[in-house]
Each structure stands twice: as C-alpha cells, then as structure tokens.
C-alpha cells in the first residue's frame, strides 16, 4: 500500500558536533543500516551521501516503534560530518540540510564546536535534535548492542539510570543557558517546544532506531513544506570539486530539486563567475556500486561530469536551465556567492575555502569582539601579505586563513614583511591563537608608547668634551636622573626651551635612549653652545603636563620623582598650578 500521500523528498540530515565526539562513528552505523548484515563490511563507495529509502527506514523503525508510519520516501545523510561542511553546504543562501544531529558525548558535555555547531544551527534556522553519544562509558552499564536506547534502558539497574540522568540534565541545563530549551526524547510532549535528545552509543550501535525515528518524525510534522517535491526547477548544491585529467571536470553534488538528465545544461558559480556548462553523465550510487543514470530524482548525492574544465566555487548551487532562463540563474547564482559578512573600516583580514565557512569565522569573530575588515575566499597569496603588511594599524596587519594553503611567495613575503599569518582548520583553537597575538601586541604597542614617553630626567654637560659649539652642538653628557631620549626635549633651569636631542653614541654604536650614570656624546639641535646652553649646566627633558600628571599616581624611581619635583617647580615660576 502506497503510504507516500504527499510528494515529498528525502530530508537533507547533516551531523554536527565537536571533535571526538562521535559523528563518524554514528554515520558509519546508519550506513551500516543500508546494508545487509553480510555485506557490512563492504560498505560501496559513497557520493557525499548515504540514503536510507523507505523501506529500510521502516524496517528499522517498526522493529522498537509500532505505531510510525513512514511518510517521506526515505532520508539523505551528508557523510562529511562537521560545523562547518554544514555552513560550506548551501542551498540558495540557506543550509543545505534540512535538519541536523548535534553529537554531544554525554561525559564530556558542551565543547567549543559544539557552542560553535549551535551558532551555525541558529543562524541558518535550522532544527535540530541532539544525540547524547557515548552511554555505554557511564557506570554500571548493562552490556547491550545493535538496539534502540529504550530496548537498552530497559536492561539498565537504577545506579545506571540515574546517572545517565545526571549526565542529560547537566546538557539540558547547559544548552539552556545557550538559549536551547531541550529534553530526553521520550518525556517530550510537545516537539515545537523542546529540542530532542536521543542517548546513543554509537561505538555499540544503540540508539540509531530511536534517532531515525525522531528524525522521521520531526520531518513528516514540522518540514512537510520544506520538502515538498518540486519538478518546475532542478538544482543541487555542489560540495566536491575535482578536475578529471582530460575528461573534464566532476561535481559531486546533493541534488536538492527537481529531477537532473543527462545532457541538461546548467548554470554554476566559478570563481570567475557564473558559467554555463552541460552535464556529460551522472553517477549515483546503485546497490551494487557506482552506476550512471540518465536522470535521477531529488533528493540525492551525485557525481556529475561537465565537459568544461572550470574552477567551480564549493558549496555554491547548479541550476539546471530551461529555455532562455540563463539571466535568473545568473543573478541568483551571483547573490549567492556573495558572502555575507559585515566588515569594518578596521579589522583583521579572513579567507578560508567557501562562502558558508568564511560567515561562521566571521560569526566567531563577531562573538570575540574582533572587528574584520576584509574577507575572501581563496588561498593566502604575496599580495594578501603586502596589503596587510602596509595597513597603519599593527593590529591589523594579521590573515586567518581556513583551510586554505599559503602559497610559496606569499611564505617569502612574510619574512620581510610585517604581517602575521594564523591558519589552521579548528576554528576555535585559531581564535584562540589570535587572540592571544592581538593581546601580545597590544601590549608591545602600549610598552612602545611608554617607552617614548618622556621621563622626568635630568642631564649635564660635562666641560671636557664639548666637540662642536652648533649646528648640531655636539658635546659630552652624563645622565643624572632618568631616562634621556633621542627626541626628546630640552629646558634649562629657567624653563627655557635648550635644544633637542638629536642622536646618542657612545663611541661608534648609536643609542636611543641613556639611562641615568651614563655617559656618553649627545647631538643637540636648536642652540648654539655658550648661547642659549653652557658647560657644565644641568638641564632638564621637557616632560609635558598630562604625562606628569599620570605619573604622579605611579610608582617611580626616586631619583625621578626628585627631578619630577624640581621640573614642576621650574614650571610654576611661570605657570603657578602647572601639573596640579
Ligand atoms: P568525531 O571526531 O566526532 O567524528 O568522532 P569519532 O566518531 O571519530 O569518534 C571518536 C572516538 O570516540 C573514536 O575512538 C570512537 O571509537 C569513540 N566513540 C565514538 N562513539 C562512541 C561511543 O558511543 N562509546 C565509546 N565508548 N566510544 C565512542
């Protein structure tokens, strides 16, 4: 009996979580349901996705769970797992996936790309239930495999309840402050309001019925608009380029919508932009392995052959065109290569491999309070270094770039250049790295300012070396209090303006700076010894009045408190409440 009422297609599902968690385990075990026990091993070569049709999805649902009817003609997994596939996944500017599973090990709880997943999920609105990995690891687990969580709660004694409890309520109360109201599964009552937790274990199989049976159900009540069959236009989202030699060029591509011939022309985005290109064959995963098809229905993972060698951009649509239709595909094609990612005037430079990835950085950034200021897709090239290297504010001068490579000039260029690169492909240990080199040179900026600040110094002119009277005068000095700088300022006891402070040397090496006791020959601009100054004077670095007021309140030498005494009393014979 034809159960299939409404023309639906496969949802997407694609699963999300922190590394370690489980993600690859639990796709392997809803692959392994695909298959007949015998052929487990054997797992046939996957196109981006793993699809359960209806009859499997059934089968393994009405073993645990009498009363689910099936609906929708099956369910296609993506089988790259990760965040950020999910963002890189697109479909006309939104997700890809119809729904998703958040992985979560129940011991170890909400991870860094587990609050990252939660980003990507709330920003694409895309629903989702959680899977609680890993309950075989809490103690006084009763040994079970291969069956649903509520066929393995059932062998479980009280001490292991309750700690599993223990364990979910400590995820429900953290997704709570994540602004996620969830619940275990089985004491949901009302699915628009709580997000689903299924305990599984995926090392031992345990719990796939109980998810393919939310997921199922989630799908035929709330995502029945969403997945409506749509025959009027074809399209897929491109997740893997490769270029095939001679042959041409494969996609391999989640078809979306729509049934996709061979033959049919279509339109896609390349770096260069849109291009219009035709499909040569399609390849789609059979029960005995790759076969070609004609045509093939949505939804569904591809391999699509194009004669042309282009570069296409990842994660972008195909849209088969009819007709005269090149103009609309175009114009959507190219809103949705554009990312979209608020920039400011001053920032840090990002690139990473496509669109979707380039957003969740952006977002991550947005989270830590770090401004960007240019993002691109595409590999670090020498020129993203000059740019960078040439901007006036040194905390701009930084590239993160996600998974994308850095190429060879680009590596040359930084060894002369001033520009830091921090690349990687964990988004969270990256903005760590960042933040860190942004705090760093922070404070190198603020020691640089501090050190040329004028300090409250006091120097002499000692009458055995003078070596030129003007232009600059060059004579011998000794420091007595502070710090004396290249730059810095000069007065005389009578607040008069003594010159500035050209060059320090101490025989054949140049100094910036000489601290107190030091002697050595010092370049004086702007007098004419024996005029405006004399052998033998004490004079004083013209400290002005808002670095003297700061400093009043900090520790200090206290010789240069001394000569900070003196200095302001020199300025209040002119000014009488200089430095108050
Ligand atoms: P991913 O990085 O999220 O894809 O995590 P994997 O699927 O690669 O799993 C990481 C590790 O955890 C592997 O060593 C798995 O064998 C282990 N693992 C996954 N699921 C379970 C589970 O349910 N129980 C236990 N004990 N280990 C698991």
Same mark, same amino acid.
């Not at 274990?201 to 796939?208: C, H, Q, R, T, Y």
């Given at each position: 009996m034809e159960t299939t009422k409404k023309n639906l297609r496969e949802p997407i599902v694609c699963v999300l979580g922190h590394v370690d968690h489980g993600k690859t385990t639990l796709l392997d075990d809803i692959r392994g349901t695909t298959v007949a026990k015998k052929e487990a091993g054997g797992i046939t070569q996957k196109i981006g996705a793993t699809e359960i049709d209806k009859n499997t999805l059934?089968?393994?649902?009405?073993n645990y769970f009498k009363n689910i009817q099936v609906t929708i003609p099956g369910l296609l997994f993506i089988d790259t797992p990760g965040h950020v596939a999910f963002a890189n996944m697109r479909s006309m500017?939104?997700?890809?996936a119809d729904i998703a599973i958040l992985v979560i090990d129940v011991n170890e709880g909400l991870k860094p790309q587990t609050i990252e997943s939660i980003d990507v999920l709330k920003k694409y609105k895309t629903p989702f239930i959680i899977a609680a990995n890993k309950i075989d690891m809490i103690p006084y687990f009763v040994s079970s495999k291969d069956t649903s969580f509520k066929e393995t709660l059932s062998k479980q004694r009280k001490e292991y309840v309750d700690f599993l409890d223990e364990k979910i309520y400590k995820i429900i109360n953290d997704l709570y402050v994540k602004g996620i109201s969830s619940d275990r599964y089985d004491r949901i009552t009302d699915f628009t309001k709580s997000f689903a937790i299924v305990p599984i *274990?995926?090392?031992?199989?345990?719990?796939?019925p109980d998810i393919l049976m939310v997921l199922t159900g989630l799908a035929q009540r709330f995502l029945e608009e969403h997945i409506q069959f749509e025959s009027k236009s074809t399209r897929g989202s491109v997740i893997e380029i490769k270029k095939e030699g001679s042959l041409g060029t494969t996609l391999d591509t989640i078809l979306y919508q729509g049934v996709l011939h061979k033959g049919d022309k279509i339109a896609l985005n390349t770096i260069a932009g849109p291009a219009v290109t035709k499909v040569k064959a399609i390849i789609a995963t059979g029960k005995k392995g790759m076969v070609e098809k004609e045509s093939i229905k949505s939804a569904a993972g591809i391999r699509i052959l194009i004669t042309d060698k282009l570069d296409v951009l990842s994660g972008t649509s195909i849209i088969a065109i009819k007709g005269s239709k090149t103009d609309a595909a175009f114009n959507e094609l190219i809103n949705e290569s554009k990312p979209d990612i608020k920039l400011s005037e001053n920032g840090i430079t990002i690139k990473a491999e496509a669109i979707g990835s380039l957003e969740a950085i952006a977002y991550e950034m947005e989270q830590n309070k770090i401004n960007v200021r240019e993002a691109q897709i595409g590999d670090i090239t020498k020129r993203d270094i000059i740019n960078v290297s040439t901007l006036n504010n040194p905390l701009d001068r930084v590239i993160?770039?996600?998974?994308?490579?850095? *190429?060879?000039?680009?590596?040359?260029?930084?060894?002369?250049?001033?520009?830091?690169?921090? *690349?990687?492909?964990?988004?969270? *240990?990256?903005?760590?790295?960042l933040t860190k080199w942004l705090e760093f040179k922070k404070n190198e900026i603020e020691e640089e300012k501090k050190n040329n600040k004028p300090v409250p110094s006091k120097l002499v002119i000692m009458p055995d070396y003078i070596f030129r009277a003007a232009k600059p005068v060059i004579v011998g000095i000794k420091v007595l209090s502070g710090r004396v700088k290249v730059g810095d300022k000069l007065i005389n006891g009578k607040n008069k303006y003594a010159g500035t402070i050209k060059s320090l040397r101490d025989g054949d090496v140049n100094h910036q700076f000489a601290d107190k006791g030091s002697e050595l020959s010092c370049a004086i601009d702007g007098v004419t010894l024996n005029r405006q100054i004399f052998p033998d004077e004490d004079l004083y670095v013209d400290v002005p009045e808002n670095v003297v007021k700061e400093m009043k309140d900090q520790d200090m030498d206290p010789d240069v408190k001394t000569t900070m005494e003196e200095l302001i009393k020199i300025k209040r014979k002119d000014e009488q409440f200089w430095g108050f």
């Open positions: 059934e089968t393994n649902i009405k500017g939104g997700a890809l *274990s995926a090392k031992l199989n345990i719990g796939v993160v770039g996600f998974n994308v490579n850095t *190429s060879g000039d680009a590596k040359e260029a930084m060894e002369t250049n001033n520009a830091k690169v921090i *690349s990687g492909n964990v988004i969270y *240990s990256m903005i760590d790295d």
